[in-house]
């Protein structure tokens, strides 16, 4: 199942049986949903999506759960896709989208007490999400409540958790934004509130990236030969070089629980490093990026003489921008709308020889080091540039991310757990200004420290980058199996100290 035949499929919504909608799904959520069979034996939920944010509130906690609930039915009245799962049909042999609608008021007071839940506990957020919560059938919303800074003050925190398959992280933000916004109505409205009455709601069920952006469902000949190319060139890049991989425990064999650290530069820090950036024609991507690749380097074992790796990267985009109205709203947040790059990021570097006597990974602040800095975030630049500046790039994707999905089980038996990667890569998700997606404060509510992830199960790292009300945040996300909190917390240090050197900021 890692090729579709897009010509066959089928990815209108029908209703198959009263009150049942389905629809085949794209080669985007075929990923994630193969991703997550083909980790099914950890128990836990590859890629799995955790979007998080804070807020206070002047209230009573009954008045502010109200709102919120009442917050969560109008977003499904709006955006119903929040109430779809993936399913394997047995008899068609390949996965559908599913939606089910309301049969009756006790069935929406069912899916309501299922997937809004108030947890009640001494931690905090970001704790409860490193403590390995499950991930729910449906999109769920956790409400963490901690005890207030002030009478009469509510602070807390909430989390979306869902499938990969279902929703992406922009989309994740997106949906927590409306969120709030319907809450603040609902909060302020009080008992004058009116619930929707759900009866065409299906209406407006989102589509695939392939029918949101207008993809062709077959290739042309010259597309083809693209494929083709795009397939060699990534072959040949790591064919007989040394990848420079992210060190890791080799003793576990399978998946511990996702973890998430954070380190997030002052205001003045970041406005330093936007600064210059502008001037030098970067983007914060293109230095973060670079300064991976410059770590991943310093992090291999140094031998005898000197020797050349290879940095080996993808960038992720968000093709929102690419869709056509009003898929490219926040009326369609609970989408995977986003792609990968087809061809790689490569670039060679130089692993210096051993000295004797001097420790084997060195931080170098030196000119040459800003020099290397530089030309590497050339290569960087010209390939992001190349990926969005291509016109024809979104009629490629769905065959880039066919050609990474693995294979579904011909039997659908849950498969033997992969054998952990042995050259793990430290991918980057540029969230960009977050402001731009969350405003900061709904009606009543004041928001902060929005943020989202996805349940790492893999050997490498998981970096996301982003601003929020002028302060950059890198963070990073684990598995314990096969990395520490200080290893993932010192490769974000380093990551921030490398950039900021390098750019005189």
Not at 450 to 462: D, I, K, N, Q, S
């Amino acid at each position: 199942m890692g090729s579709l035949d897009a010509g066959t499929c089928d990815y209108a919504w029908a209703e198959v049986s009263p009150r049942r909608w389905e629809r085949d799904i794209d080669e985007v959520e075929q990923f994630y949903a193969s991703l997550a069979k083909t980790y099914e034996g950890t128990g836990r939920c590859c890629f799995a999506i955790t979007g998080y944010i804070s807020f206070s509130v002047q209230g009573t906690d009954l008045a502010v759960e109200n709102a919120l609930r009442k917050a969560w039915v109008r977003l499904r009245f709006e955006n119903p896709t929040i109430a779809s799962r993936v399913e394997y049909d047995g008899q068609r042999q390949k996965c559908r989208k599913v939606y089910e609608a309301f049969s009756s008021p006790e069935a929406q007071n069912t899916w309501l007490q299922d997937t809004f839940r108030v947890v009640r506990t001494k931690t905090s957020g970001l704790q409860w999400c490193n403590s390995d919560p499950a991930v729910p059938g449906l999109p769920t919303i956790f409400l963490i409540k901690r005890a207030a800074r002030q009478r009469g003050t509510m602070n807390a925190d909430l989390v979306l958790r869902c499938r990969h398959d279902i929703m992406d992280g922009v989309g994740a933000l997106m949906l927590l934004d409306s969120l709030f916004a319907h809450a603040a109505q609902a909060f302020h409205q009080g008992d004058a509130y009116s619930i929707p009455v759900f009866e065409d709601e299906w209406s407006r069920l989102s589509p695939p990236l392939r029918v949101a952006a207008g993809i062709s469902p077959i290739l042309s000949k010259q597309q083809e030969a693209r494929l083709a190319r795009t397939v060699s060139w990534n072959a040949a890049l790591k064919k007989d070089v040394e990848i420079a991989g992210f060190p890791h425990r080799k003793n576990a064999m399978k998946p511990g629980k996702h973890q998430r650290v954070a380190i997030t530069l002052s205001t003045e820090s970041t406005h330093r490093v936007v600064k210059a950036c502008r001037a030098l024609g970067l983007t914060l991507n293109h230095a973060y990026h670079t300064a991976i690749g410059i770590i991943l380097r310093d992090l291999q074992k140094r031998q005898a003489r000197s020797r050349t790796v290879r940095y080996v990267n993808y960038n992720f985009l968000d093709e929102r921008p690419q869709c056509q109205e009003p898929y490219n709203t926040a009326s369609h947040a609970a989408s995977v709308y986003h792609s990968v790059s087809g061809e790689c990021l490569a670039v060679d570097l130089t692993v210096p020889a051993a000295s004797i006597g001097a420790p084997e990974q060195l931080l170098d602040h030196s000119i040459r080091r800003r020099q290397e800095f530089m030309r590497v975030a050339s290569a960087v630049r010209r390939f992001d540039l190349q990926n969005r500046n291509d016109k024809q790039r979104i009629q490629m994707v769905p065959s880039y991310w066919a050609m990474i999905t693995p294979p579904w089980p011909t039997d659908n038996a849950t498969p033997a757990i992969p054998v952990p990667y042995n050259k793990p890569s430290v991918s980057l998700s540029d969230l960009g200004e977050i402001d731009n997606v969350v405003s900061s404060t709904h009606g009543a509510f004041s928001l902060d420290n929005p943020w989202v992830t996805r349940e790492h199960l893999v050997t490498g790292l998981a970096l996301f980058l982003g601003t929020w009300d002028g302060q950059l945040t890198l963070s990073a996300t684990y598995n314990d199996a096969w990395h520490t909190r200080n290893e993932a917390l010192a490769f974000l240090d380093r990551c921030n100290v490398i950039t900021i050197q390098a750019l005189g900021a």
